[in-house]
């Protein structure tokens, strides 16, 4: 079987997803053309060069509707026979289109290909393209469908994390992210957004608060407990679902959580002939991939059966990793995957995650698999794991290996 | 003779009367249905006909459908009921929109005649949902009137349209309470929350509408013009997103998820709600079938609906004189004497309220004053209405006080010394007609019967506490009880508006006997280290209002403990329950004696608010490393009760079992959606009720053994209802 290769690895820096936001100015299409020209540029793809660009975004409806992968194509300088694929599959978005690249090379479909995803969430409102999982009575009963920071706090609850765990894991993120930006750890995939003269919109990641502590922190109150006590009772929803618990601990709150912001990430994924072709070298292989699907209401677990999952189908153990990404939805994800396989915190999210710098939705996938890749390299080490949790209670991950 | 007539005025306005021969309350049937359909056509059809008016030849409007609708529907398709209900349903929305549509061009809303609904009184379920088909509804200004649609309340939801046009009028978020909840207004509040249009002058009821209908009004209705937008937002617009989105959470933990028509509710509002009119209404009526198809539904109607009525009406009332009661004699003033004190008077009973101190008895009193004083700061009751009731009551130590009473209720202390005392006090005074009952929730009737020199008049009225909130009354025969005693305690129970059950004297009666195995098998699995929060929630989620452990923390742990060393004596080396008298005995020892004592299982904050389940329980009890799946807990918290029903069949301490389900129902909030312990087995099926028996023994022991009754109607594949209902439904 042929096998899927990361030849490159960019992302644009995350913006506050806000109206002062610096991307605010930018569309959800120039945003994710910069990521597409920069993949050009930095690998010579002249021509039909890919397969085809699979591209993942969660709210697809206004600009960034419409299939915004073949719109970005169009937008950026890319041959207009390759088209494009719009996917979602919420926070996983950018690493399932990286994913689907691999596992289309490995089956013969194409030789190479371009995936990652973009999230403006300052211009197009997280959840404004509805759900029915949410809004249906029939579904949302059935599912006990609960706003994914009751799960968070039902994760904490059920399996005993505390405010200050979470609040602790929050710090660490933004320690960490404010010490790989000092190093320069990011700069090999760092792509500055720039306007059509040139001008540099936005060159670093902006959310970061590099001097947050456990004292700025433990000011916030918690963001979910209202919703989950009073109006409209999510509690009570949760409970249902999990009844031996006596009451939900609301510990998250906008400090521990991740960031909402602006961004997009590209990765570039061929087989090695394909790389022999153009004369470029692979930097890791994609060496397995996994989904899963898991108890809606927790929704945020996914993490660990998809890495049992995906451990067992690469025949691999916990210990063959070197580093893992978990993304920092919420601190009791991260949490929950470090006490469920007893890694130790100093190989998880190296260089911090989502709660310093922020979650483009649809991005982030991708951004995490170039991230994991970048410090593979500065730290010398081998394998590693990324991993998300999934809107709607599902788990995605991918195993790459440098070669 | 038809149930509705039609006569056309002079000026061109036709009056459609409804007038249900023989009924004091107007109620749908099919034929009623007929004659409608066909008067509107006429109607419509007439040239000399301007517009029309509906209204009901009755001081009230109309009280709702016939249920036989449904069964005739459900019969109408051969052995297909789902299509027979659902092409009734779309029938009846036909009618209904012909009035709505009224002769309207289909394209332009050109044409059509007006056609108002005129509301004398009362207009409940669909005696509102015709009107709400109208162009514009007018009620006599009747505040005892109520508007509204109730069908949530048992089991089923409005399905004549009712749900599709209150949320196109009124928005989801202000239909919910309407609908969700079935509240009902007075003509004026139902006009303020939109319901209705006009409230007029009960004597210019018809002319207001008369004048509405000649006045060449706009008669289309907003949702059949273009550009119809849903009162705050629907589903996916961002306002009407949260509103949907918390409405099904709020739903779903209100009725922690085990009523059916609740659900089905909210998917006919949400689906109806992206659709046009005509679509939204053929998703109701999907729905609706759906609902009605329910097995749960069925039972809630039959229990909640048709024989809670019946059992009111006095389905089982021996066949004697009327027994109405016009004075009666309360013994003892505590909380229970106070409160049947209350109602009495509030039914305008005359009441001697007796105690050995006047300060008790005078307590006892202000227990209705203060009941009215809240109702008046409500808006509920008024200032004549309390002086009234208060002026029916005389709080006494004498009782001499007591001549004339025709009933006594007795509600001194749960001693037989001290009852027969009192019994043998006051039958020196009243009359020899009277009837003399006793509230005793524990004590065997025949036993204080002895007493009394007139055994055939002695008997058990047992009220629930708090006796102003409990709907149920349990009525007890002692073997000397006499049918003029039977027939007085049902009169009595019709007067102040609650529901009676009459059972045989056996220990317990009926419901603390299936209440205590229930509060029993909850503190049984804590001793066992099941983990109580589990116990507590598996309770709620089958629909149990409190879990076990909680119940006894409100009927407090040292009442627990007086029942078990009573019941221990009397049965001796029989008595089952040692295990959990351990755990009683334990929280009586370390003082934890329920709400009363703000400490029981449950902790208490100082104004009385419960928080979370002690720790001291963990300590002694540690959750064990094995818990039971919820489904099992559910199981052993269900089966003791229902098997102590079926026992009580079985033994003759029930003599129909509706009223075992109704009484379960109403006295302690057995699992409504349910329809009740036999309508639950029926539900099961006998066999694998049976069967599920036989495996809870095998697992905790003969407390769960099958009993004879369940396995003989298991092996011949007998329903409860099949075997008990129509004998009794019959009578």
Known sequence: ?403 | MTDFTMKTDADGVAIITWDVKGKSMNVLSLEGWDDLDALVDQALADDAVKGVVITSGKDTFAGGMDLNIIAKMKASAGDNPAKGLFEGLMKSHGILRKIERAGMEPKTNKGGKPIAAALPGTALGIGLEIPLACHRIFAADNPKAKIGLPEIMVGIFPGMGGTTRLVRKMGAMAASPLLLQGKLNDPKRAMQAGVIDEVVAADELMSAAKAWVLSEPTIVKPWDEKGYKMPGGAPYHPAGFMTFVGASAMVNGNTMGVYPAAKALLSAVYEGALVPFDTALKIEARWFTNVLLNPSSEAMIRSLFINKEALEKGANRPDVADQTVKKVGVLGAGMMGAGIALVSAKAGIEVVLLDQKQDAADKGKSYTSDYYDKGISRKKATVEQKEAALSRITATTDYAALKGCDLIVEAVFEDLGIKATVTKAVEEIVGKDCIFASNTSTLPITELAKASARPDQFIGIHFFSPVDKMLLVEIIKGKATGDVAVAKALDFVRQIRKTPIVVNDERFFYANRCIIPYINEGIRMLREGVNPVLIENAAKLVGMPLGPLQLTDETSIDLGVKIAKATKAAMGADYPNDEVDEVLFWMADEGRLGRKANAGFFTYDDKGKRGDLWEGLAAKYPASDDQPDLIEVQRRLLFAQVLEAVRALEEGVLEDIREGDVGAILGWGFAPWSGGPFSWLDMLGTPYAAERCDALTASYGDRFATPDLLREMAAKGQTFYGRFGAQKNAA
């Open chain 1, 1 to 403: 079987m042929t096998e899927a290769y990361i030849y490159d690895a960019v992302r644009t820096p995350r913006g506050k997803g806000r109206q002062d936001g610096s991307l605010h100015e930018v569309t959800s299409a120039r945003l994710s053309a910069g990521v597409l020209n920069a993949l050009k540029d930095r690998n010579n793809l002249e021509g039909h060069a890919v397969e085809d660009v699979i591209w993942g975004n969660v709210t697809q409806v206004g600009e960034q509707g419409g299939c915004l992968a073949r719109t970005a194509v169009l937008a950026s300088n890319l041959d207009e026979r390759i088209p494009g694929l719009a996917i979602n599959r919420f926070c996983a978005s950018g690493m399932e289109a990286v994913n689907l690249a691999a596992n289309q090379v490995k089956g013969g479909a194409g030789e190479a290909y371009i995936a990652g995803g973009v999230e403006m969430m300052g211009r197009v409102a997280m959840g404004s393209d509805g759900a029915a999982i949410a809004v249906d009575p029939s579904i949302a009963m059935e599912t006990y469908f609960v706003p994914q920071g009751i799960s968070a706090d039902i994760i904490a609850t059920e399996y005993g994390f505390t405010r200050d765990d979470a609040d602790q894991l929050a710090v660490e993120s933004q320690k960490r992210a404010k010490a790989a930006w000092d190093d320069n750890r990011f700069a090999k995939s760092i792509v500055a957004v720039r306007d059509q003269n040139g001008l540099e919109i936005l060159g670093h990641d902006e959310y970061m608060r590099p001097g947050t502590d456990m004292q700025s922190l433990g000011a916030l109150k918690p963001a979910f407990k209202d919703m989950g006590e009073v109006m409209p009772g999510f509690d009570k929803i949760a409970l249902m679902k999990y009844p031996h618990l006596a009451y939900i601990n609301h510990i998250h709150h906008a400090g521990n959580s991740s960031g909402i912001v602006d961004g997009a990430a590209g990765v570039l994924v061929a087989s090695k002939e394909w790389g022999d072709k153009h004369g470029i070298k692979p930097r890791a292989r994609i060496r397995q991939t996994a989904k899963i699907g898991t108890d809606p209401t927790i929704m945020l677990t996914g993490p660990v059966p998809v890495t049992h999952k995906i451990l067992a189908d690469a025949g691999m153990a916990i210990g063959d990793i070197d580093l893992f990404e978990v993304n920092e939805a919420f601190a009791s994800v991260v949490l929950r995957f470090m006490q469920a396989f007893n890694v130790d915190p100093s190989l998880v999210n190296v260089n911090g995650g989502s709660i310093a710098m922020g979650h483009p939705l649809g991005a982030t996938g991708a951004i995490i698999i170039g991230t994991l890749l970048d410090e593979l390299e500065r730290s010398d080490k081998e394998v590693g794991l990324a991993t998300l949790c999934i809107a709607s209670g599902m788990g995605a991950a991918t195993i790459i290996e440098r070669v």
